[in-house]
């Protein structure tokens, strides 16, 4: 009969497995997870109160890394470890689509749960931030698993099915052409691209928007002064001595930078105190405001690393607040706290002895501006000496005197040293490291740093040769690191500079190499040159 082909091939289809080709399976579950993502970002770019799902699972993995894996986050991505953070989220999260678009060929109400478990984990790690409202997240959730459910769903009617020799299966109604399917899929996955980018990049604005808005500050009591020009070498390469805020270093746990709105601002000193303190910024800029150059560091810095900078601070000083409060003795830890909840925390004899006062400040201005949003606006604490994660609390919202015993700050039971004064270090700037320069004079300069014990000396070795007393610049004062150079006879040959500074009470830099983790990396810096 001539009907017998037609006839047994729906035989052959319903004893086969029909199955839809995994690629395009895998397809259909990517834009589901990319969609139920930027609804994600979309939400929370319009409603404040529901957080980015994406930097909310980015925050939880930093939270719950192991200690070290800060060094390793910033050593592989320098200080873009952020976005690419992000972007690893991303990457994860949309496998895991993949994964679910395979698993919905044979059992679709396990994939269907599955980005609904997906969806979950973005829910939780939501919830953990301050600034989430149960009710927002919890909308923004459903939201994001019903548009990654319905797409997956649209994608997958609209597959063609494929019978086990790989032949498009006919007669098998709903299923769809493979063109077909593309057209939809390229769309859906087009649409949550646009969708995701639009939302993370009002997320991002927002921050910045905010902070440069309303802020009046009064001049200060005492003006620091210009730097002289005898502080500073005019050689290309050096790094300025006060870096500018577009290229100052940054770092902190916050995937996405507070956006703080000055006029609800407030800074409350409570604890160990005779009477809690709450100031708003209006009336903490009404104190005293003094300004001074100061230097401050990362612990991760590698030797020869880039996150240290020196920039001019203008701000109220700590202990003005502190007295304002009136501590009560027996408080011998301060904890300045952010916004976003994070913590320092350092000996309170470290700003209060009055043998060694370090004039601590409540910075709002960085380099004559209010502080840029990734530089803790509307405050700051920048404390002469002491490296950042112990210090230097970026949106801040509250100072608690307490105990060195009561309480640890963020970093130190994830592994860092509970007390950290920044080491004396020293870094070459020019030459470039394996650079290739000419016979001859050849400019070495470079920056030292021992805040706040201040730089007495600063020598280079060529090989293995004696040291050699570089010149230094005349220091703004010893809580900044300074400028140093030597002009070198270089031979011709492959060449090795190293760079020693002794601080200001007459210590030399260790040579003893240690890692950055726990209190800081010690050794020389050291770089390979050839001479032509
Ligand atoms: N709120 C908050 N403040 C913070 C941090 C942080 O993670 N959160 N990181 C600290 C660390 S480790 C350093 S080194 C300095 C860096 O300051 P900067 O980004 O302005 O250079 O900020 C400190 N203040
Ligand atoms: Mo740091």
């Known amino acids: ?34 969609s139920a993502l930027a609804v994600g970002e979309l939400f929370a770019a319009f409603v404040t109160g529901a957080p980015s799902p994406v930097a909310a699972m980015g925050a939880a993995l930093i939270d719950f890394a192991p200690p070290g894996s800060k060094d390793i986050i910033v050593g592989l991505f320098g200080t873009n470890d952020k976005p690419a953070l992000l972007v690893l989220v991303a990457v994860v999260v949309l496998a895991v689509g993949a994964a679910l678009g ?58 063609p099915a494929v019978d086990a020799a790989g032949g498009v299966a006919p007669g098998t109604g709903a299923a769809g052409t493979r063109r077909g399917f593309l057209l939809r899929a390229g769309g859906l996955g087009a649409l949550a691209v646009m969708g995701g980018a639009l939302g993370r990049s009002m997320v991002e604005g927002r921050a910045t928007q905010v902070a440069t808005a309303g802020a009046e500050i009064p001049q200060p009591v005492d003006a620091a002064p210009t730097p002289a020009p005898d502080s500073s070498f005019d050689i290309a390469g050096l790094t300025p001595l006060v870096v500018p805020n577009s290229s100052f270093y940054r770092i902190d746990t916050a995937l996405v930078t507070p956006s703080v709105d000055v006029n609800g601002w407030t800074l409350r000193v409570h604890g160990m105190v005779r009477n809690e303190v709450t100031l708003t910024f209006a009336q903490l800029v009404e104190l005293p405001l003094h300004e ?20 001019k601070w203008t701000g109220v000083r700590l202990t003005d607040v502190l007295d304002m409060a009136g501590v009560l003795p027996g408080a011998t830890q301060i904890v300045p706290r952010s916004i976003d909840d994070w913590a320092a925390g350092f000996p309170t004899e470290w700003v209060t002895a009055p043998e060694r006062p370090r004039d601590a400040l409540i910075a709002v201005k960085m380099n004559d501006e209010p502080l840029p949003a990734a530089h803790g606006f509307p405050a700051r604490l920048i404390v002469p000496g002491l490296y950042g994660y112990v210090s230097a609390t970026k949106w801040l919202s509250e100072i608690e005197l307490t105990t060195l015993e009561a309480f640890d700050a963020y ?16 870094r070459i700037d020019v030459p470039a490291r394996n650079a290739r320069v000419a016979a ?17 000396r600063v020598e280079v070795q060529v090989d293995d040769g004696e040291w050699q007393p570089a010149t230094v610049a005349t220091p703004i004062g010893p809580q900044t690191w300074v400028q140093w150079k030597l002009a070198w006879q270089a031979t011709a040959g492959d060449h090795r500079l190293s760079v020693r500074a002794t601080d200001g009470l007459g210590e030399v830099q260790t040579d003893m190499v240690t890692r950055p983790d726990p209190d800081g990396a010690r050794g020389y810096h050291q770089i390979a040159v050839s001479v032509a």
Request: net charge positive; hydrophobic share 60%.
């Open 292 to 311: 001074q150059y100061v230097t401050i560091a990362c612990v991760s810095n590698e030797v020869g690393g880039q996150l240290v900078g020196n920039a």
């Open 1 to 34: 009969m001539s009907t017998s082909t037609a006839a047994s091939t729906p035989v052959a289809a319903a004893t086969a497995p029909r199955r839809i080709p995994s690629s395009l399976a895998a397809v259909a579950g990517i834009v589901a997870a990319a």
């Open 102 to 159: 395979l698993v919905a060929r044979t059992r679709p109400a396990v994939a269907m749960a599955g980005i609904v478990v997906l969806v979950g984990v973005g829910f939780l790690a939501s919830l953990r931030l301050a600034e989430a409202q149960l009710a927002l997240v919890l909308l923004s959730a459903a939201l994001q698993a019903i548009v990654g459910i319905q797409v997956l769903s649209v994608l997958l009617a609209a597959a």
């Open 440 to 456: 001859g004079p050849v400019a070495v300069a470079g920056v030292a740093w021992a805040p706040d014990r201040g730089i007495s």
């Open 411 to 426: 970093w130190v039971p994830r592994g860092w040293a509970k007390e950290a004064p920044i080491l004396t270090q020293s």
